[in-house]
């Protein structure tokens, strides 16, 4: 783990209409890092990776990435510096195999012909440094995957693309016991291999088995950040709950 | 990466233990052609002991020549169904198409030659199948609905068109080669020569593919299987060319149709734009999110069904040598469907083959066959090809309930 933050965020706002969904907050994700993303509903979690995704752009704030400083206006620019966002509901093509999905809408072609020979391997490689051995051919169909392993398909697909950053909303939380294991564990080799890793959760037991710190949200400013081994899971709720907020919303603006 | 993942792999590779994972397959509702098989023998076993002549070199190459234009049109349905929408306008628009390319071919009014008549015919009707499809993408409204009334007014124009140009609502087409679209014949040795050709090809492509990919490693089909499957496909075709030979030999119209199949089998399983045409079908928000213009593969999508709309009408009409009031009308919009469904693409899109627009035309037009060669009345007729459809539907909506069920 080095000191220079991956991705650097500063005094990130963002309002729709009337509500103020993000308020002056500050988040950096080191490399080889889990960083968690926690929060109540509502407290801003979802605006502040749509934003770094580039699903929409921030009213105010500046992010860096690698110390460079970027704008993120669109996936594609989001893409291109390397984050890459797994959403729950992990958008697969049931009907497609795991290979096809990995490279969906960026397949390599020999001419005009797709190069599946070439499109598999390399899917095989991301799987298999990623550890995940249960898939019994990368040929099925991913309908016929279980929760865990399609997550895990999400995920490969994801790192494929030399991404630096890679952010995942709440991957466990349609899952069993066993497959939440998987999936912990393929987050913890993420960030092993000196990946930037993103949690959402609204789980805290998964979250203090795999984050290294906990950023906390609530009605859309930065509450508190905790190192996961200075810190215990009441506190962590409390800071959810009852984290102090620069400006309580209603009341009359203070200078921040 | 570890050599362990590689040998789950393998497990494929043995005769055994292929047939098993397809069984498996297969009892988790990934049917594949197997429900087309055993309709395909219940046809032989009926309508050959009902009628002597159903299974004569004669009726098979009459068959041959009444499948040709519904599988045409059956290919662009099965595009159409595989990104979940639906296109009713083929019918008539494959009659707009023919009738086009009739008028342009008139003796001396204006007398246009085949090779240029012929285009413009295919371009009407990827046009208006191209109109209907950006008012889908672009107003989104359901192409069940735009489709249906550019049907209807479809029907209008080839009812406007053929009473305007001839008093008695036929035109009848005198060009030879337009003509000889579906009612000539290839030479004896044609037959043969084509057909060692395309195993000579198939040879090569699948054992190129075979040691390609076990040279890099990746699993393999057991030689055994591709070996049976070629050799199957192999004897089928050179069953057929023998058969026909004994008769008028193999219409040209089945190498047009071979041509076909071949092509979109190609673009729907090879090419970038067959894999996105099945993404949007599975799941159009992933392919949105994936970076894929959903809007233009659609509207791709729907000129192909135009184009082969068009093809297939002017191989009716060559057929017929002629169109009239009722081109494209009776029962051809169900027979298309119905083709594409009964060969096995889902109405639910994301599944389907090419090919099942030739197995699906061959089903429904061999019963279609057999009850004319029983000289049943149409009303029968209409009810028996009603309950051979359905039965289709059951089949996909069951197995596609079965695959959900079990995962799959």
């Known amino acids: 783990m080095t000191d220079t933050p991956l991705l650097d965020a500063r005094g990130l706002s963002k309002t729709f209409g009337a509500v103020r969904a993000l308020y002056q907050v500050d988040f950096d994700v080191l490399p080889g890092e889990v960083n968690a993303l926690v929060g109540d509903n509502g407290a801003g979690k979802s605006t502040l990776i749509k934003g770094l995704a580039g699903i929409y752009s921030f009213d105010h704030g500046e992010v860096s990435f690698e110390g460079r400083s970027v704008s993120i206006h669109t996936p594609r620019d989001a893409a291109a510096l390397g984050i890459e966002v797994v959403y729950q509901d992990l958008a697969l093509a049931d009907n497609l195999d795991v290979v096809a999905n990995m490279f969906l809408g960026r397949e390599r072609v020999n001419g005009f012909i797709l190069d599946e020979v070439g499109m598999e391997r390399s899917a095989r490689e991301t799987l298999d440094s990623l550890a995940v051995t249960t898939l019994q051919s990368v040929r099925l169909p991913v309908a016929g995957l279980s929760g865990g392993q399609r997550q895990s398909v999400a995920v490969a697909k994801a790192v494929m693309w030399n991404s630096k950053l890679v952010i995942l909303d709440e991957p466990t939380a349609a899952l069993g016991v066993a497959q939440t294991r998987q999936v912990l564990d393929l987050v913890k080799r993420l960030a092993d291999r000196g990946l930037g890793v993103v949690l959402i959760s609204h789980n805290l037991h998964d979250i203090f088995e795999v984050a290294d710190r906990i950023t906390v949200l609530r009605l859309g400013q930065k509450v508190s950040v905790f190192q996961r081994k200075e810190t215990n899971q009441q506190e962590v709720v409390h800071a959810i709950t009852a984290g102090k907020l620069v400006i309580v919303p209603g009341m009359a603006e203070v200078d921040a | ?408």
């Open chain 2, 1 to 408: 990466m570890s050599d362990q993942s590689f040998q789950l792999d393998r497990s494929a590779e043995t005769t055994g233990e292929y047939l098993r994972q397809r069984w498996v397959a297969i009892r988790s509702g990934d049917l594949g052609s197997v429900p087309i098989i055993i309709g395909l023998v219940a046809i032989i076993v009926i309508f050959g002991s009902l009628n002597s002549t159903f299974l004569s070199a004669g009726n098979f190459v009459n068959l041959m020549l009444q499948i040709s234009g519904t599988a045409t049109i059956a290919i662009g349905i099965v595009y159409i169904l595989l990104i979940a929408e639906i296109d009713l306008s083929v019918a008539f628009n494959s009659a707009v198409g023919a009738v086009v390319m009739t008028l342009l071919l008139r003796p001396g009014d204006p007398g246009w030659p085949w090779f240029a008549a012929v285009p413009v015919g295919l371009a009407v009707s990827t046009l208006l199948s191209v109109l209907m499809g950006v008012v889908v993408t672009r107003a989104s409204v359901p192409s069940f609905v735009v489709t249906l009334a550019g049907n209807l007014a479809l029907s209008g124009v080839v009812l406007l068109l053929t009473t305007q140009f001839s008093t008695a609502g036929t035109i009848t087409i005198s060009d030879k080669v337009v003509v000889g679209i579906a009612n000539s014949f290839l030479p004896d040795i044609w037959g043969w020569v084509l057909l060692a050709g395309a195993v000579a090809v198939a040879v090569y492509l699948e054992s190129r593919r075979f040691q390609n990919r076990r040279a890099r490693g990746l699993s393999v089909k057991p030689a055994s299987v591709i070996i049976t499957q070629l050799g199957a496909l192999s004897a089928i075709g050179a069953f057929a060319v023998y058969y026909a030979n004994t008769n008028r030999g193999v219409p040209t119209v089945t190498l047009i149709l071979g041509a076909f199949l071949v092509f979109w089998s190609f673009v729907a399983t090879k090419t970038r734009f067959g894999r996105h045409v099945y993404a949007v079908g599975g799941n159009p928000e992933a392919a949105r999110r994936a970076g894929i213009n959903v809007a233009r593969v659609r509207l791709a999508v729907f000129a192909i069904a135009g184009f082969m709309a068009g093809a297939g009408g002017i191989i009716f009409a060559s057929r017929l040598r002629s169109v009239a009031t009722n081109t494209g009308g009776g029962n051809l919009l169900l027979n298309v469907i119905a083709a594409a469904v009964i060969g096995g693409t889902s109405l639910f899109g994301g599944r389907g083959k090419v090919s099942s627009a030739l197995l699906g035309a061959l089903v429904i037009t061999s019963v279609d066959n057999g009850m004319d060669g029983l000289g049943l009345n149409s009303g029968i007729k209409f009810v028996i090809t009603g309950l051979v459809l359905l039965g289709a539907v059951l089949v996909d909506a069951l197995s596609s309930r079965k695959s959900r069920a079990s995962g799959r």
